[in-house]
Nanobody, 123 residues
């Protein structure tokens, strides 16, 4: 079992920055890939970025490439999503998730999910 606890959401102005955190715990969590998804009202869940927990291997969605960065702190068992140059269209509920699958862009491949955190970007 893997437990994920998110934090860091909030309200920011366009062009601003925000950092989301996802603390992981449980058995064998270091063998999982960690991903971030988002879902805006009336829209489908969208892949943001994913990485292998303990190695430098990442994959970014086209909509956030160059603006968002995923990172980790192994000592704190925490994955971060640094969001820069935020746009109003980035407004969504952001979720962290864990999977042992290599299908990182597919939400149904993920076994564990955080509670979600709201990110709102004002114009």
């Amino acid at each position: 079992q893997v437990q994920l606890v998110e934090s860091g959401g909030g309200l920011v102005q366009a062009g601003g920055s925000l950092r989301l955190s996802c603390a992981a715990s449980g058995r064998s969590f270091s063998t999982y890939a960690m991903g971030w998804f988002r879902q805006a009202p009336g829209k489908e869940r969208e892949f943001v970025v994913a990485m292998r927990w303990s190695v430098d291997n990442t994959y970014y969605g086209d909509s956030v490439k160059g603006r968002f960065t995923i990172s980790r702190d192994n000592a704190k068992n925490t994955v971060y999503l640094q969001m820069n140059s935020l746009k109003p269209e980035d407004t969504a509920v952001y979720y962290c998730a864990a999977t042992r699958s290599s299908r990182w862009q597919i939400w149904s491949a993920y076994d564990y999910w955080g509670q979600g955190t709201q990110v709102t970007v004002s114009s």
